[in-house]
């Protein structure tokens, strides 16, 4: 996972090992590692702060005996990345379910995103995780356009012993998630999953269903759910989603085959939103919480 970024974020620090940092070394060296980020999936605005972040530092630093400039480099790159990344509050799932549970209503969670990117395995993940930990969690399959999304989502459901509840294809998706929260209250529901469409082709009338969905339901948390793969298009997803329907937080999809790792700095300094898992493969037990502090700390071994 992200090695190519973990490689680009160690170019620096090894760059300065045995130099002099003069003012031409430190701009042919942030030269480098601007072009390097961007080829791991960082998007431009990001990279021009990191980049003008670093600069400052290596500029301003004064090397006295026994202060490394490797180190140096390295903790300030900390630094910049852990502000960058830390500006979205965190969301402590667990106790808002619980205190929503606490007053026998059940916790309701949109989940928003483009087809392709992963969003009905990962309901089906959190179904899972959160039956784990003794939820009871039931999903409504507001997916009433792509052929084949209510079987997939059943599927799943089904194998993990959980209701789902749906209407014929072409039905409102408002109507459906409206029907879910009818069934989480009457059968004491404790969390309630609502899977959604994510046509590209129509994203004016995506974004006005997901609001219409958003307005009927008023949901406790809406969680975007992007394909770390896609890189700045992950990027450019979350801008449009954070515009028009807003969410509380992400799911990166795909971590186990992104060996770049760009996008997930990129969508927290972007929509200050946190991450708050990343799916590491296609099993249900294949989603990991996210702690952007981990991550920094793999990353600038
Ligand atoms: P949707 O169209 O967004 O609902 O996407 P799906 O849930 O159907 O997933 C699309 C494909 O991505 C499927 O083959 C999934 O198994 C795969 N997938 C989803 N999450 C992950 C993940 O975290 N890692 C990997 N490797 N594959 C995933």
Redo the contacts with the bound molecule.
């Keep these: 996972m992200f090695e190519r970024l973990r490689k680009v974020l160690s170019s620096i620090p090894d760059a300065l090992r045995y130099r002099q940092l003069s003012q031409k070394d430190i701009e042919k060296t942030l030269r480098e590692f601007e072009l390097e980020l961007l080829e791991c999936d960082v998007a431009q605005e990001v990279v021009e702060k990191i980049v003008e972040k670093l600069r400052l530092e290596l500029s301003n630093a004064k090397f006295e005996k026994g202060v490394e400039p490797t180190e140096f480099a390295r903790d300030k790159l900390r630094e910049i990345l852990s502000g960058l990344m830390s500006e979205g509050t965190k969301v402590d799932i667990f106790t808002l379910i619980d205190s929503k549970k606490k007053k026998g209503e059940p916790f309701i969670i949109l989940f928003l ?1 483009i ?8 309901v089906a993940k959190f179904a899972n995780m959160l039956k784990n930990k003794g939820y009871s969690v039931a999903i409504a399959a507001a997916d009433t356009h792509r052929a084949g999304a209510i079987e ?1 989502i059943t599927e799943h459901a089904s194998r993990l012993g959980i209701k789902v509840i749906s209407q014929k294809y072409g039905s409102d998706p408002a109507a459906v998630a409206r029907d879910g929260v009818t069934y989480s209250r009457k059968h004491r529901i404790d969390v309630l999953l609502i899977d959604t469409a ?1 046509r590209m082709q129509t994203n004016q009338n995506l974004m006005q269903e997901m609001s219409k969905i958003v307005k009927v339901v008023n949901p406790d948390l809406k969680i975007l ?1 992007v394909d770390s793969l896609t890189g700045n298009d992950a990027v450019s997803q979350a801008k449009l989603f954070n515009q028009y329907t807003g969410f509380d937080g992400v799911i990166l ?5 992104d060996s770049k790792g760009g996008s997930a700095i990129s969508i927290a300094y972007i929509t200050k939103r946190p991450i708050l898992f990343i ?4 099993s249900y037990d ?1 989603m990991t919480e996210f702690n952007y502090k981990a991550f920094l700390d793999a990353l600038l071994k």
Aim: proline share 0%; glycine share 28%; charged share 20%.
């Design positions: 995103g087809n392709g990117t992963g969003k009905t395995t990962t997939q994510g759910v999809t795909k971590a186990d085959a799916g590491t493969g296609q294949d």
